[in-house]
T-cell receptor, first 114, second 113 residues
Framework: NAGVTQTPKFQVLKTGQSMTLQCAQD?????MSWYRQDPGMGLRLIHY???????DQGEVPNGYNVSRSTTEDFPLRLLSAAPSQTSVYFC?????????????FGDGTRLSIL | AQSVTQLDSQVPVFEEAPVELRCNYS??????LFWYVQYPNQGLQLLLK??????LVKGINGFEAEFNKSQTSFHLRKPSVHISDTAEYFC???????????FGTGTLLAVQP
């Protein structure tokens, strides 16, 4: 039982490049979410999903796209990377469809945009 | 919309001393409250949660928190800290039908020998 797996762990991009951050969970959780963590700002919700085929925006969705074609996977896409998107990205999942139960976090992806 | 305020960005404390990390929230609906801990270069781990029932909640590693609805607070406490408790602590609120878990900005607990 691996929990929540994020790949890659580190990535450096140039401004304007596109990239997909992968997130997979093997706990059959309905709810999945993406956060970004920046110094002094805590974790901010980017997008979340309450089940396959259903996604919604969080606090800071601009510049990011998501899709949820299966229960297990919830990839985050940066269409045209900007230096302001340099951050640590965390994926999380919860067995509660609404996300009101404890969330399990991955180890994070450290992304630098040059 | 719900929000979380952690007023203390850093809390220095000596080993074996008690500590309280403050958390205040705002929400127009019933809430679910959480404390998470993040050790350096790691993801977040759940410390404790308040979903309903008793307002005093006990978590892992000797931490506890008290839900105070009238003061909209959920402060985290430990009677005696260890060096190993040095980490960043995040308070989070889930506001019912919003389906969103919102985090505070975090408090760095720095335990000194």
């Amino acid at each position: 039982n691996a929990g929540v797996t994020q790949t890659p762990k580190f990535q450096v991009l140039k401004t304007g490049q596109s990239m997909t951050l992968q997130c997979a969970q093997d706990m059959n959780h309905e709810y999945m979410s993406w956060y970004r963590q920046d110094p002094g700002m805590g974790l901010r919700l980017i997008h979340y999903s309450v089940g396959a085929g259903i996604t919604d925006q969080g606090e800071v969705p601009n510049g990011y796209n998501v899709s949820r074609s299966t229960t297990e996977d919830f990839p985050l896409r940066l269409l045209s990377a900007a230096p302001s998107q340099t951050s640590v990205y965390f994926c999380a999942s919860s067995y509660s469809r609404t996300g009101n139960q404890p969330q399990h976090f991955g180890d994070g992806t450290r992304l630098s945009i040059l | 919309a719900q929000s979380v305020t952690q007023l203390d960005s850093q809390v220095p404390v000596f080993e074996e001393a008690p500590v309280e990390l403050r958390c205040n929230y705002s929400s127009s609906v019933s809430v679910y409250l959480f404390w998470y801990v993040q050790y350096p270069n790691q993801g977040l781990q759940l410390l404790l949660k308040y979903l309903s029932g008793s307002t005093l909640v006990k978590g892992i590693n000797g931490f506890e928190a008290e839900f105070n609805k009238s003061q909209t607070s959920f402060h985290l406490r430990k009677p005696s800290v260890h060096i190993s408790d040095t980490a960043e602590y995040f308070c989070a609120v889930h506001g019912g039908a919003t389906n969103k878990l919102i985090f505070g900005t975090g408090t760095l607990l720095a335990v000194q020998p």
